[in-house]
C-alpha cells in the first residue's frame, strides 16, 4: 500500500510541476522562473507539511506519499541543474549564477519558514 501512495503522491506532484512550470514560462524571458519557482514553493510546502505531519501524525501512511511522492516529484533539482546547465552552454554566466544563487537561497529559506510556520501553529 506504502508504494500505491508514494506512486500516488508522485503523479500528483509530477502534474502540479508541470503546471507551475507551464505557467511560469511566458513569465521571465529567459530565466528558469518556473524551476525556481516549484523549488521554493515546495521546499515551503515540504518544511511545513512534514514538521506538520511529524507532530500531528508521526506514524502516518501520508508521509511517504507527500514527502517522498508528490515532493519528490514536485521540486525539480534535475531540472534546475538542466537549465543552470543550459545557461552555462549559452555563455549566460551571470543569468546562470543568479539561478543557482536564487533556487539555493529562496529554497533554503523557504525551507526554514515553513518549518517554523508548522511549528508556530502546532
Known amino acids: 500500500m ?3 501512495l508514494i506512486a ?4 500528483l506532484g509530477a ?5 507551475v512550470v507551464r505557467a511560469a514560462s511566458s513569465m521571465a524571458g529567459g530565466f528558469p ?3 525556481l519557482l516549484v523549488n521554493v514553493i515546495g521546499c515551503l510546502l515540504a518544511g511545513f507539511f512534514v514538521q506538520w505531519i511529524s507532530v500531528r501524525a508521526p506514524y502516518s501512511e501520508l508521509r511517504p506519499m507527500i514527502q517522498v511522492g508528490f515532493f519528490g516529484a514536485f521540486t525539480t533539482f534535475s531540472a534546475f541543474s538542466m537549465d543552470t546547465f ?4 549559452e555563455q549566460a554566466y ?3 549564477s543568479l539561478n543557482i544563487a536564487l533556487n ?3 529554497s533554503l529559506g523557504a525551507m526554514v519558514v515553513g518549518v517554523l510556520a508548522a511549528r508556530t501553529l502546532l
Not at 500516488?8 to 503523479?11: D, E, K, L, Q, S
Not at 543550459?86 to 552552454?89: D, G, R, V
Open 2 to 4: 506504502e508504494w500505491l
Open 8 to 11: 500516488a503522491g508522485g503523479a
Open 15 to 19: 502534474v502540479s510541476r508541470f503546471a
Open 33 to 35: 522562473l518556473g524551476t
Open 86 to 89: 543550459q545557461l552555462w552552454q
Open 94 to 96: 551571470a543569468v546562470a
Open 104 to 106: 539555493v537561497a529562496l
